[in-house]
């Protein structure tokens, strides 16, 4: 890391992923205006993530890193960064997606999925600029804020060590678990009609129809088509991923992502950890959500539209 960014102009960035990867990422930094206070490889998150004062953006890089190394340090991630109030610009891969959902999916949390350099600027100029005035040094942190960043180091440790044990446990204890998309687990819906699943896929259907006709990306509605898979799968019984749901979407993954953030602060979805892998997360939808389909096919009925 050279002097410029250590002491240059800039909101500081603390960025974690591959060695390999770090002077892209700190070309990327600089590009956005901000400067790489430090760099921590993935096998080092559990020592230095607490280190950077104040208030960094973090970038992280998953590509090219262990699955299970990546598990433990976004355990640690997430603590650390919801406590201190960090934003984070996460650039991932595809297969990713799922493990980052379950770990960091959040208001705070950007995520970029297979993201362009241009992607990734723009997205840390962003958190940048919506973090702007944070990020002290260790010279101008307030009396005692070393000190609760010490005893915050050492809870985290603790929690992620008892997550760990909990793992292993659960993996020992269970029994088969919750599968993805179109396993049952039997939850009846209240005041559904019988037919409505059909009903939903039948107009999931009649949207994907139209790209056949007139191309793609012309009738982009993420969050609706989103919400409609889900729906769907709640009357079936089903569970969704949130590489699944990226793919119900019909648009990149990144987009998707963002819908997803989107709609979990309005409100309409939220996030069900997998109680049988904690490296996955499932979407379904809150009851609004729910009251709201109900009442817009009940309404689609009454004008006669299906």
């Given at each position: 890391m050279d002097e410029q960014d250590l002491y240059g102009g800039g909101f500081p960035v603390v960025v974690i992923?591959?060695?390999?990867?770090?002077?892209?990422?700190?070309?990327?930094?600089?590009?956005?205006?901000?400067?790489?206070?430090?760099?921590?490889?993935?096998?080092?998150?559990?020592?230095?993530?607490?280190?950077?004062?104040?208030?960094?953006?973090?970038?992280?890089?998953?590509?090219?890193?262990?699955?299970?190394?990546?598990?433990?340090?976004?355990?640690?991630?997430?603590?650390?960064?919801?406590?201190?109030?960090?934003?984070?610009?996460?650039?991932?891969?595809?297969?990713?997606?799922?493990?980052?959902?379950?770990?960091?999916?959040?208001?705070?949390?950007?995520?970029?999925?297979?993201?362009?350099?241009?992607?990734?600027?723009a997205a840390l100029a962003v958190a940048g600029a919506s973090n702007g005035g944070a990020g002290m040094l260790h010279g101008h942190l307030r009396e005692g804020e070393s000190e609760r960043l010490r005893r915050l180091n050492a809870e985290v440790a603790r929690i992620a060590e008892a997550l760990a044990r909990l793992s292993v446990d659960e993996e020992g204890e269970r029994r088969g678990g919750v599968g993805d998309r179109h396993q049952s687990f039997h939850a009846a819906p209240a005041r559904a009609q019988a037919g409505d699943a059909e009903l939903v896929r039948r107009m999931i259907r009649a949207r994907r129809l139209r790209d056949g006709f007139f191309g793609?990306?012309?009738?982009?509605?993420?969050?609706?088509?989103?919400l409609l898979d889900l729906y769907a799968a709640h009357l079936e019984g089903s569970r969704v991923s949130v590489s699944s749901l990226c793919i119900a979407a019909a648009v990149a993954p990144t987009t998707a992502l963002r819908?997803?953030?989107?709609?979990?602060?309005?409100?309409?979805?939220?996030?069900?950890?997998?109680?049988?892998?904690?490296?996955?997360a499932f979407m379904v939808l809150t009851e609004p959500a729910l009251e709201g389909m109900r009442g817009y096919l009940a309404a689609l009925r009454r004008l006669g539209a299906f």
């Open positions: 992923g591959a060695a390999a990867l770090a002077m892209a990422a700190g070309d990327a930094v600089r590009q956005a205006g901000g400067r790489v206070l430090r760099a921590i490889d993935w096998a080092a998150v559990a020592e230095q993530i607490g280190q950077p004062a104040g208030r960094p953006v973090l970038m992280i890089d998953t590509h090219g890193a262990d699955a299970g190394a990546m598990e433990i340090a976004l355990a640690r991630i997430d603590a650390v960064a919801t406590a201190l109030d960090w934003p984070i610009v996460v650039s991932m891969a595809a297969a990713d997606i799922d493990l980052i959902a379950a770990m960091l999916l959040g208001p705070r949390v950007a995520m970029l999925c297979d993201a362009s350099q241009l992607e990734l600027v793609g990306g012309l009738f982009e509605e993420p969050g609706w088509d989103m819908w997803i953030g989107k709609m979990s602060e309005a409100g309409l979805f939220a996030r069900q950890p997998d109680p049988a892998d904690r490296r996955r």
